[in-house]
């Protein structure tokens, strides 16, 4: 029987066996390649502290509720995948036997799904570049909320793969200047080869003072991607007046760095959350939706325009998966994208 990785409990990674019917009407079968974790938002949810792991989202209301098991657990791992189709069920015409696709699902040998949730990959796509498709889509998601205009000043604050994605889209919408800041080193260095000019350290820089002084009376638009609340106000901290902060990043708990009576106030500083998934529209549906971020981010890639290789700074066979999550947690630092390879 194949296997696939869960969490039970926070911090509890296992590998369990699961059954897999035959491909009903309309799904395929895919054998996993390449498998990937989503620093942010997965690895919240692995440590236990997203306001998942005791709520869910009630779609009707938009609201967070008590989860009706008291918990999210046990929890399935993983974010995107990239596999060969090995069969599919009657009715099938998206994808055949022997394609190589990319699809949004965990850590597991076979994966099954609706046939039209697959992306058939372009033959000029690396299959390592794919692992950057959803990520590539908050970025550019992001980046239209942000409004951003050719020769505007962009700071970027949290320099994980959403903000290294996110500043080398800023150069490629156009900005004048981009900046950055992140507490890891690599990752700065990594923005430096991106396109931005210069990058700080929270840890030692006033980082937020420091891109609102270089920018001159501060940058057009900030991109908060770290997902902390010092991170937040720093972005604050970085705008002019009138100017645009997007948080991307994925905040817990309560915002005690929060200086809203300062900066914020005083500049009159607009702030919007943007989101790429759970049902919420693009900004500027109908001309753009989920699909058409999907299709540009695959061009972007597929181009060369938008350069992954950097990123992947660790391939973990599939067997040392559950080792992948305690790398992230406990050094940080040395990681930027890890892909779990099947092969």
Known sequence: MPR??????????????YDVPPPGPGEARVRSK????SHGTEMSLYRGTAPFAT??????????????????????????????????????????????VYGRGGHKEVQQTRAGELVRLPTTLDPEAALFVHHGCVALNALHDGKMRLGDSVGV??????????????????????????????????????????????????????????????????????????????????????????????????????????????????????????????RDYPLWDKARLQDAVFELLASGLLSTESLITHRIPWQEADSAYQLLDEHPEDTVRVAITYD
């Open 157 to 282: 604050i949290g320099l994980g793969v959403i903000g290294l994605l996110a500043v080398q889209m800023a150069r490629l919408s156009g900005a004048r200047r981009v900046f950055g800041a992140d507490t890891f080193a690599m990752r700065r260095q990594l923005a430096l080869e991106f396109g931005a000019e210069e990058v700080f350290d929270p840890a030692t820089d006033d980082a937020g003072l420091e891109m609102k002084s270089r920018a001159g009376a501060g940058v057009d638009v900030a991109f908060e991607v770290s997902g902390t609340y010092p991170g937040l106000q720093a972005a604050i901290r970085s705008v002019c007046i009138g100017g645009r902060i997007v948080a991307v990043g994925y905040y817990q708990g309560g915002g005690e760095a929060l200086r809203l009576g300062e900066e914020f106030l005083h500049n009159r500083v607009d702030l919007v959350s943007t989101m790429y998934v759970w049902d919420c529209p693009h």
């Open 4 to 17: 696939e990785l869960i969490a039970v409990a926070p911090r509890e990674p296992v590998f369990r066996e």
């Open 55 to 100: 709520q869910a989202f009630e779609r009707e209301r938009r609201a967070f509720l008590p989860h009706e098991h008291g918990t999210i657990y046990p929890m399935q791992l993983g974010t995107e995948y990239v596999g060969e189709v090995v069969e599919v069920g009657d009715g099938v015409d998206e994808v055949a036997v022997g394609d190589l």
């Open 34 to 37: 390449l498998t990937t974790i």
